[in-house]
């Protein structure tokens, strides 16, 4: 079946960084768009970033832009999250999602609920 497992998190200074990993089986991983999102305690959760199947394309939440950057590695199978200049309201869980777009390289998504396959999550803690 198909699994997304998160990791990297972990708690940091305002102004650090982290890198989130994200580890896809059971799927043709070159043949879905992925992405991240996060949810805050007492919060919906949120878009972060996307990325299209060909890798060619990322869109990002305003939030993030410029801090925030998205890639994957078609061979280990991996979608990844470099998180620099971290701020506090980054605090959050962070969650890796995925869906097949079959061979339509081009297409991301920024809701949740157009994704299939979510990780359990993983934990980022910005302190100030």
């Known amino acids: 079946q198909v699994q997304l497992v998160e990791s990297g998190g972990g708690s940091v200074q305002a102004g650090g960084s982290l890198r989130l990993s994200c580890t896809a089986s059971g799927l043709t991983f070159s043949t879905y768009t992925m992405g991240w999102f996060r949810q805050a305690p007492g919060k919906e959760r949120e878009f972060v970033a996307a990325?299209?199947?060909?890798?060619?394309?990322?869109n990002y939440a305003d939030s993030v832009k410029g801090r925030f950057t998205i890639s994957r590695d078609s061979v280990k199978k991996m979608v990844n999250l470099q998180m620099n200049s971290l701020k506090p309201e980054d605090t959050a869980v962070y969650f890796c999602?995925?869906?097949?777009?079959?061979?339509?390289?081009?297409?991301?998504?920024?809701?949740?609920?157009?994704?299939?396959?979510w990780g359990q999550g993983t934990q980022v803690n910005v302190s100030s």
């Open positions: 999602a995925g869906r097949s777009v079959e061979f339509r390289g081009n297409i991301y998504y920024t809701e949740p609920n157009k994704y299939d396959y």
């Open positions: 990325i299209t199947s060909n890798g060619q394309q990322t």
